[in-house]
């Protein structure tokens, strides 16, 4: 069974910042894009980032832009988070995705089109 390992959560104040790492712990996913979303209590699930299967196109949330920035290398298959100016709203577990269309040269903001995903890691920002 293909896993997607999730890192990089922790229990931080307002204004700092944290990087997430999301990699496979069997398959390459070189030519699928990838995504992070979160989820906090009470809430649904929501689209946080997402990054194209090259690299070449990123989008993000309104809530994150400007704070947030996804990145990936393909030579490990890795995407990471970089989160700065955490805010207590931020707070949530956040789960990498993959898309389950190949070479999709856009971002799928569509919780739905993701076809597996990992076990999530807890952010946690106190103010």
């Known amino acids: 069974q293909v896993h997607l390992v999730e890192s990089g959560g922790s229990l931080v104040q307002a204004g700092d910042s944290l990087r997430l790492s999301c990699a496979p712990s069997?398959?390459?996913?070189?030519?699928?894009?990838m995504a992070w979303f979160r989820q906090a209590p009470g809430k649904e699930r929501e689209f946080v980032s997402g990054?194209?299967?090259?690299?070449?196109?990123?989008a993000n949330s309104d809530s994150v832009k400007g704070r947030f920035t996804i990145s990936r290398d393909n030579d490990k298959s890795t995407i990471y988070l970089q989160m700065s100016n955490l805010r207590s709203e931020d707070t949530a577990i956040y789960y990498c995705?993959?898309?389950?269309?190949?070479?999709?040269?856009?971002?799928?903001?569509?919780?739905?089109?993701?076809?597996?995903w990992g076990q999530g890691t807890q952010v946690t920002v106190s103010s």
């Open positions: 990054i194209t299967w090259n690299g070449d196109r990123t």
């Open positions: 069997r398959r390459s996913f070189k030519f699928y894009g």
């Open positions: 995705a993959v898309d389950g269309q190949a070479m999709r040269n856009d971002v799928s903001t569509t919780h739905s089109l993701y076809t597996v």
